[in-house]
């Protein structure tokens, strides 16, 4: 399996219009801004593959990538961001919420978090129901490059003991697409993931 193989399959509103169930799914999430659409670019070495922005709440469907035959990426609209019209959010939040608890195809779920923001409440709700879902976790601590090297150690080692208590499977990495930090790792442990 080889990430940068990616190829956009489709942008979908709703769970209905997806690819059929089947096969496998890996899925970015988090907070919106938190740098999802940048790590995907990052990891399938694509510059525009998944769009990014400034502005939070960019992504704002459900956005598949074909890695292979029935080996597919995700990315998920974020969450978290106030500025957004009600009735907008409402209709991606429920979008999320659909991905999450009906995808049976979805094997693995990338949880992006900001270094200097990490385990907010949406996130620890997220992490806690993958846990109780038995849904193997890469939490990516994303944008390390604003962070000096000892203050990413750091982060990365409260993150881990944070999540430990949790006894679920969980692997915590230092993320940044500028400077392409944890991408070896992460890719790894995606691609695992697509065989299994
Ligand atoms: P939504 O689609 O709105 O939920 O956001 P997203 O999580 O997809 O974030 P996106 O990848 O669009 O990135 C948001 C902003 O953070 C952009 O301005 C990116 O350039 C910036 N950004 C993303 N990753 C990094 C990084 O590793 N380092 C730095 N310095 N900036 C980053
Ligand atoms: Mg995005």
Known sequence: IHLNKATFTISAPDIRRLPADSGIEVAFAGRSNAGKSSALNTLTNQKSLARTSKTP????????FEIAENKRLVDLPGYGFAKV????????????????????????????????????????DLIQWAADS??????????????????????????KKQLATLNADIKVQAFSSLKRTGAVQADAIICQWFQD
């Open 85 to 124: 019209p009600m009735e907008m959010k409402k209709k991606w939040q429920k979008a999320l919420g659909e991905y999450l608890e009906k995808r049976e195809c979805l094997k693995g779920l990338v949880i992006l978090m900001d270094i200097r923001h990490p385990l907010k409440d949406l996130d620890m």
């Open 134 to 159: 038995d849904l193997p976790v890469l939490a990516l601590l994303t944008k390390s490059d604003k962070l000096s090297q000892g203050k990413v150690s750091a982060q990365v080692l409260a993150v």
């Open 57 to 64: 709440g960019r992504t704002q469907l459900i956005n598949i």
